[in-house]
T-cell receptor, first 115, second 112 residues
Framework: DAGVIQSPRHEVTEMGQEVTLRCKPI?????LFWYRQTMMRGLELLIY????????DSGMPEDRFSAKMPNASFSTLKIQPSEPRDSAVYFC?????????????FGQGTRLTVV | EDQVTQSPEALRLQEGESSSLNCSYT??????LFWYRQDPGKGPEFLFT???AGEEKEKERLKATLTKKESFLHITAPKPEDSATYLC?????????????FGQGTTLQVKP
């Protein structure tokens, strides 16, 4: 398996524009996580899905953020409208069964810069 | 509230100088403690999972241990290639919620 695949790797956009980040989890994994990483706050969990269903979105900072998982092999994180403070590295991760102790595998991340 | 705290924030070692990184946690119903390594510009890479107090795991120069309140990542005779940020995370919940919470990380620099 190629691992968790995220696209794009880098995104530069202007304030107010819509941004869509994409993730393909590892085949067979049933948990998918979206994280945001900044120097100040570290890795923050934004939302996670189990079997394509959102379980906990309490980490989503504002209504400008939304995430979907239309099927087991694809998820999106959308920011509309984007703001400079959204600049960060966004990671997607997936794991199997979410059973006790089952590790999550991370993608390479999308570095988002909002100017 | 569930919390994961790592110390120190940064650590500089000479090659061969052994040390330990700490991860303290407060969580209801621990269902796994994880150590990850993250290199600049990359996603975190899984190292170890520990399930219960007293458990230990080893990989090359790294050894992870777990108590009821904290975990240690011991680095024996480190090499420059061990330089990275080491992240600790916990999975918790009375039910199998799958939520994974990370600490802020310890950035390790090993000088030759």
């Amino acid at each position: 398996d190629a691992g968790v695949i995220q696209s794009p790797r880098h995104e530069v956009t202007e304030m107010g524009q819509e941004v869509t980040l994409r993730c393909k989890p590892i085949s067979g994994h049933d948990y998918l996580f979206w994280y945001r990483q900044t120097m100040m706050r570290g890795l923050e969990l934004l939302i996670y899905f189990n079997n394509n269903v959102p379980i906990d979105d309490s980490g989503m900072p504002e209504d400008r953020f939304s995430a979907k998982m239309p099927n087991a092999s694809f998820s999106t994180l959308k920011i509309q409208p984007s703001e400079p403070r959204d600049s960060a590295v966004y990671f997607c991760a997936s794991s199997f069964h979410g059973a006790p102790g089952t590790e999550a595998f991370f993608g390479q991340g999308t570095r988002l810069t909002v100017v | 509230e569930d919390q994961v705290t790592q110390s120190p924030e940064a650590l500089r070692l000479q090659e061969g100088e052994s040390s330990s990184l700490n991860c303290s946690y407060t969580v209801s119903g621990l269902r796994g403690l994880f150590w990850y390594r993250q290199d600049p510009g990359k996603g975190p890479e899984f190292l170890f999972t520990l399930y219960s107090a007293g458990e230990e795991k080893e990989k090359e120069r790294l050894k992870a241990t777990l108590t009821k309140k904290e975990s240690f990542l011991h680095i024996t005779a480190p090499k420059p290639e061990d330089s990275a940020t080491y992240l600790c995370a916990v999975r918790h919940g009375s039910s199998n919620t799958g939520k994974l919470i990370f600490g802020q990380g310890t950035t390790l620099q090993v000088k030759p």
